[in-house]
């Protein structure tokens, strides 16, 4: 009888002992390998839970990103593209291994064959503590917290700090699965081998091999172009893992959450309507493509931050959507490199204070807002979000067109901000240029066309400043020692006030520019000598000033004789601030026209330009006229009331005649 020892190898226990190994390392794929746990003041008692594996970071990611953002760490998403890209197909690899080394002849063979299951858990771990430590060591300067936290010491496994911040990370189930794999795949290593299957079972082991190539690919799967139509699952089809889904026409009325890049497009008619409750489509993945669809009815919430679409990570573009019935219309948090173009955007039938933003850019840099159109919101923020370009986008009857925060080396051109609370407010910045924009008709006790307020490096070159209550407003402007501020060849033309400086702007330059028809055209706030510290003229070229008198000897475009602003009413105003309740009234009209009649008293001027233009230096951008429909009202209301009126004369002749 033959002994236990000469016996040959059991297939059934070999066979087993693979097809466990195998199954555990695909299901570690679905696990998390590693966890980090965080607990910071904002959140209370809660605990955030980041749960990282092949597949990339789920769970509290956008809180937690939110956090980082503080301190100038990258979100989450944006770290280990390639090893997330080539996870599935390297855990598939393993797996064919695995089935594989039972039947080979060689142990060499065999070690070779575990080798990869035994390393996957080491390069795993020391993967994540390579791009922890990266995500700290290059940590944006522009953070708010970026100064107050200066160091940080990340662990792999353990707990640390990042601020108020508390850190823990531990080993998930995933990296545990993986070491059962590796323990078994050890133990197939040094067992005796099979012997080579014969063709039916090639053939059923290359079946078992494909399908778990296949369950870990499903986490990757790429289901190429679907069309969805009315009363089908929008959400379903991206869930599959459709790269593009493509709209028929009609209403689909579904909340979206899309979880993975893909495109959403729509054909003429597709309308995504979120019934008024909550955000309509979340953008969580990066890359992904909204085009050519209606967006409509979110909810309500402050609280909830309800937007038509709210975007969660970088590289999102959307074209041609057209937004409605919205709190907040494009809210992008932590979005770099989003593109928002050609789309129109209305807010909800609110009064001012009570709507959403139409487009709120929060910590996302190197976006762009190309050609857009946003009606009836509060405002469209950029705030804490650098290196963003604004081109051609209309803003009208919001609050603020461009209310602009902490945000540094943007460049706004040929937008239009017309019936706005204010125009454009540009405030804690550096690096901004406004070119061959229009501010216009913005009304109101506290109304300008272009605010700026503490910041350095800002010029403001060939724009249009028309009908607004103040058309320019500089307060701390340059902020700092070397900053510039320029302001050339601008029209500022029909506002109640051209320019108003706060004492604290010394160091701005005005030059080439045309002030036409302002009631008054430089105000100094504060001190009659607010303006001494800034330059009416550049290169030998002031300004043209409508109501200055000039005198051009050598018919060089340039006056002799200098501008001044001055206002004998405005003096006695400083030495009697009563009478500044009377300012802009006839009586004090009156005063200013007695003093240039009979100029007794010398009156130190607010500002002079000591080389006044004799004719205003239009360009094609400022000598245009673009303003929808209410450029015509004026005159067509005065032309009604001198037929009115002439009617009434006409009457009254006949009646009394």
Known sequence: MATNESRGPDPVASLTLAAVAAVALAASFFLPWWVMRTNAPQYGQRTLEVLVGPRGPVGDTFEVDTLGHYVGIAPMSSLAGFERAVAPWGVALVIALLVAVPFLQRRRARLLAVAP???????????????????????????????????????????????QFKVRTSAGDGLRMVGLAGLIAVGLAFSRPLRPPGRGLRRRA?????????????????????????????????DAGADAVVLAPGVYREPLTIRRAAA???????????????????????????????????????????????????????????????????????ADGCVVERSEISGKPLPVPRRGDGIRLWYSHGCRLIGNVVRDSRDVVIWYSSDTVVEDNLVRRSRYGLHYMYSDRNTFRRNRFEDDEVGAAIMYSRGITLEENAFSFSTGPAAYGLLVKDADDVFIRRNRFIANSGALFFDGVPQSRGGRAEVEGNLVARNDVGVTLQPSSRGLRFWDNAFLGNREQVVVQGTASGADGNAWASGGRGNYWSDAVVYDADGDGVSELPYRAESTY????????????????????????????????????????????????????????????????????????????????????????
């Open 264 to 334: 959403l497009r729509g054909e003429p008619g597709a309308v995504i309507d979120g019934g008024g409750a909550g955000t309509v489509v979340r953008i969580q993945a990066p890359g992904v493509a909204l085009e050519s669809l209606t967006i409509r009815g979110s909810g309500d919430s402050y609280d909830r931050e309800d937007a038509a679409v709210r975007v969660e990570a970088p590289g999102a573009r959307l074209s041609r959507v057209v937004i409605e019935d919205a709190l907040f219309g494009v809210f992008a948090l932590q």
């Open 206 to 238: 290359a079946q078992v091999a494909m399908a778990g190539v296949a369950l870990v690919a499903a986490g990757r799967s790429e289901a190429g172009e679907v069309r969805v139509r009315p009363g089908q699952s929008i959400q379903a089809a991206l």
């Open 570 to 657: 405005e003096a006695l105003a400083d030495r009697v601030p009563e009478l500044a309740f009377f300012a802009g009234s006839p009586a004090a009209d009156a005063v200013d026209a007695a003093a240039r009649l009979f100029p007794i008293f010398a009156v130190r001027p607010r500002m002079e330009d000591p080389h006044p233009l004799v004719s205003p230096p239009l360009t094609d951008w400022t000598a245009s006229r673009d303003v929808e429909a209410r450029s015509a009202v004026l005159p067509l209301t005065s032309a009604g009331l001198l037929a009115l009126a002439g009617a009434g004369a006409w009457l009254g002749r006949r009646v009394l005649g």
């Open 117 to 163: 299951v035994l390393v996957l858990p080491v390069f795993f771990c020391a993967d994540v503590a390579y791009w922890t430590q990266q995500s700290v060591d290059h940590r944006s300067p522009d953070a708010a917290l970026e100064l107050t936290v200066t160091r940080i010491e990340t662990k792999l496994f353990g707990q640390y700090e990042v601020g």
